[in-house]
């Protein structure tokens, strides 16, 4: 069943479009703070689409992210109990807090450098980073080489790929597609 290629179609014209920038930035801002999805879903196709901007668009996703760390950090300093906390515990994200607040005790801000270059949740480190009232420099330095590290290297390994990547990626998509959902519900039934 190709549900993926359409959908992939979809997203490779959309990445052309003059408001794309503008929606990875929003993208990469809420995913620092509550999104679910990663903005390299978005970056990948935009460079793809139009390699010669790769640095660019990597920079304007760096810069959003921090930004977005920079406002979780801020609510998890100011409004953990009230607002945070709440939120934490109805979208059963709580035991992902407790086990940040682990890490961040035996790593201490290198566990933000990781969280921001990882696919680990960076939004549960930086709300976990403004609670525990981490010195803010290093946080924002951390945030600002991990994540910065991440996205230059997506943007650089999808601007090397080039037009024979896309057309190995439009190949393969939909095979690509049911492993990730195969992946997601094994991993789903395997920790829950």
Do not use: C
Request: proline share 7%.
């Amino acid at each position: 069943m190709k549900i993926f290629s359409p959908l992939y179609d979809w997203t490779m014209r959309w990445a052309e479009h003059k408001f794309a920038p503008a929606v990875l930035s929003l993208l990469t801002f809420a995913e620092s703070v509550f999104f679910p999805i990663p903005p390299d879903v978005l970056l990948a196709p935009m460079v793809l689409s139009k390699p010669e901007r790769a640095w660019r668009l990597a920079l304007l996703t760096t810069v959003s992210s921090v930004i977005g760390g920079v406002v979780g950090y801020l609510l998890g300093y100011l409004m953990f109990e009230p607002v945070i906390q709440p939120l934490l515990i109805e979208f059963n994200y709580m035991d992902k807090f407790e086990h940040a607040m682990v890490w961040f005790k035996d790593y201490g801000v290198w566990v933000v450098f990781l969280a921001g270059f990882s696919p680990i949740p960076y939004k549960v480190f930086t709300l976990s980073a403004g609670f525990l009232q981490m010195l803010f420099i290093p946080f924002l330095i951390a945030s600002t080489v991990g994540r910065g590290m991440r996205f230059f290297l997506v943007a650089g390994l999808i601007k090397a790929g080039g037009e024979p990547m896309e057309k190995k990626i439009r190949e393969s998509i939909d095979i690509i597609g049911w492993a990730v959902v195969f992946i997601i519900l094994a991993l789903y039934f395997i920790f829950r």
